[in-house]
């Protein structure tokens, strides 16, 4: 993976990925999307060191992973041009000084982003049909469903 200079996107949804290799910041200059969506052994804290490291990351994915988000993962997200986040099925944590929750401040610039500004032009973007959103959704959640299942055999 590391080798792949050009990469915009990468996808390793429900992969059993704990933690991306160092080498992963290699792909700093290039890499506009990471999803690791429904990785349920997904560390914070690796994971937030990493992110500091890519720049350019507008989409970002870690929903369904059952984690304990840090606050300071919040802080991190919110210095990267994100016009996509994903973070459901996670419990978010607050500061630990009770200041507030750190993530609605997140989701709020996020979506400012999106919707004053279309993605640069190095995100990849598709035209998609009606009602496709809610296809992903139920194949999603019917993959999560059979990985829970499998799950259970080991």
Known sequence: MCRLPALAA????????AELPEAFTALAPTLTSLDLGGNRQLAPEPLRRQLAHLPNLQ??????CGAKLP???????AALPLHYLAVNGNKLLATPQGGGPAWKPLFEAVEAR????????GLPTTEQPPGLLALEASIARADWDAADDAAEFY
């Open 10 to 17: 990468l996808d390793v949804n429900t992969c059993r990925v």
């Open 59 to 64: 989409r970002f994915c870690a929903g369904g």
């Open 71 to 77: 606050a300071a993962l919040a802080d991190t997200l």
């Open 114 to 121: 999106r919707t004053a500004a279309p993605p640069a032009p």
